[in-house]
Structures are given as C-alpha cells and as structure tokens.
C-alpha cells in the first residue's frame, strides 16, 4: 500500500480521514501535556484565581487533567475577558511562555478544523452532495 492508494481515495473519505488525524493528534497532545506540563503550567499561573480553583476542585485522573488544561488554556487564549472578570492576573498570561500558547493556538486551529470536516462530511451523506 502507497501513497497512491491514499490520494485516489474518494474527497470525503480523505476528508473523514484527514480530519480524525486531526482530532486524535490533538487529543494525543493534549495528553501529553496533561500528564507532564500541566503542574509547570499551573505553576506559572499561580495567582490566577480560575486556575487556583479548578487545581483544588479537580483530582488527578485523566478527566481532571485534562479539564485542568482546558482551564489553563481558556486563562491564556481569553486574557483580556478573564481579567475583567478578575479571574486571572494579566501580568503572569503575558509572561506564559510563547512556546506553550503556540501548542495551545495549534491544538485549537486542528482541533477545530477537524471537527469542521466531520460536519461536512456528516452534512455530505445526509444531503447527498
């Protein structure tokens, strides 16, 4: 089996396929980052009232990481909503490092781009296109 096969493959299963690629690499970071920079990441946050709570409330099983991450995630892509909510300290997002909001700017575009191509793909057979 070649590359060949893969690109003489129908559109939407390129599309189903390329798109689940995309959810699974995401969750599979996702993990990742759970499991070993997510106490460095909260560490560097740590006067952030949004991110102080949810540490105490969740536990450390993959459900709590993981809802953990998308917290911290959340305090760094919506800084100015949160801090006029009061909920984070402006100062300790903007000195996040670049390279951890880059991780979490992609695990957001394929993420989001994966799931739009199983929409279109589910709205595809549904409506005989």
Excluded at 91 to 101: H, M, S, Y
């Amino acid at each position: 089996m070649n590359i060949d096969y893969f690109l003489n493959l129908p559109v939407k299963t390129q599309l189903a396929m390329g798109s689940s690629l995309a959810v699974i690499a995401c969750v599979i970071i996702g993990v990742f980052l759970a499991y070993r920079k997510l106490e460095f990441m909260e560490g560097l946050l740590d006067n952030c009232r949004l991110v102080a709570a949810h540490r105490r409330f969740w536990a450390n099983s993959l459900r709590g990481r993981m809802i953990r991450l998308c917290v911290v995630h959340v305090a760094i892509a919506l800084p100015g909503w949160n801090s006029r909510r009061g909920a984070i300290d402006l100062r300790q997002v903007q000195a996040f490092p670049r390279g951890l909001k880059a991780i979490f700017s992609g695990m957001s575009f394929f993420g989001i781009t994966g799931v739009t191509g199983w929409i279109a793909v589910y709205f595809s057979d549904h409506l005989n296109l």
